[in-house]
Nanobody
Framework: QVRLVESGGGLVQAGGSSRLSCVAS????????VAWYRQAPGTARKLVAA???????YYSDSVKGRFTISRDNAKKVVYLQMNSLKPEDTAVYYC??????????????????????????WGQGTQVTVSS
């Protein structure tokens, strides 16, 4: 069964930057719709950023202008670039995606107009700690 593998994160000083990566564990798999969530201790998991369609990107108000979600051209890796980090960004960050065979995605072509929803595959989570 395909998994999402996350990397990046760790301890960062306030005002610094960090980049998270998310990749499907099977070579033939590509990432279609994708979102990054985060969960701080004692709180609910919250949506941070998403690419619900090839022509749409979403950011929560708390990260808009500081974080950038992107995907490589092959649609195999998704990134979350985090700049101007604040202590309140401290959380476990999760990648959530719809994963498909790359060949199927190529046949279907670009996606458009999809709403953000919870997708079928989750990463294991990676800790980001921002020190003040």
């Amino acid at each position: 069964q395909v998994r999402l593998v996350e990397s990046g994160g760790g301890l960062v000083q306030a005002g610094g930057s960090s980049r998270l990566s998310c990749v499907a564990s099977i070579d033939s798999a590509c990432i279609s719709k994708v979102a990054w969530y985060r969960q701080a201790p004692g709180t609910a998991r919250k949506l941070v950023a998403a690419i619900p369609s090839d022509d749409d990107i979403y950011y929560s108000d708390s990260v808009k202008g500081r974080f950038t979600i992107s995907r490589d051209n092959a649609k195999k890796v998704v990134y979350l670039q985090m700049n101007s980090l604040k202590p309140e960004d401290t959380a476990v960050y999760y990648c959530n995606a719809e994963v498909k065979e790359c060949s199927e995605m190529a046949r279907q072509g670009p996606t458009t107009g999809w709403a953000i929803t919870e997708y079928g595959t989750w990463g294991q989570g990676t800790q980001v700690t921002v020190s003040s």
